[in-house]
């Protein structure tokens, strides 16, 4: 995980994350309002550059559970 200091960034009324779109108060080296996290999984080269909705494409690459029928124990989905 990369290190960002964010100790001289400043906080602000909530306005769209520049990465998700999601309200955030954070703002980013360039004044941007974005996510500590999104920044984070930005420089961490997780999701790409300032098109917003690339952050919530990486939790809909999350993996599902296998279901499991209990009585064969066989995945059926
Ligand atoms: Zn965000």
Avoid: Y
Wanted: aromatic share 2%; hydrophobic share 40%.
């Amino acid at each position: 995980m990369a290190f960002l200091d964010w100790s001289d960034h400043n906080v602000g009324r909530p306005l769209p994350c520049r990465l998700c779109g999601i309200p955030a108060m954070l703002r980013d080296e360039k004044n941007r309002p974005c996510h500590m996290t999104c920044a984070h999984a930005q420089a961490d080269g997780l999701i790409g550059g300032d098109d917003q909705g690339d952050a919530l494409a990486v939790v809909v690459q999350m993996p599902t559970a296998p279901v499991i029928d209990l009585h064969t124990r066989r995945r059926i989905a």
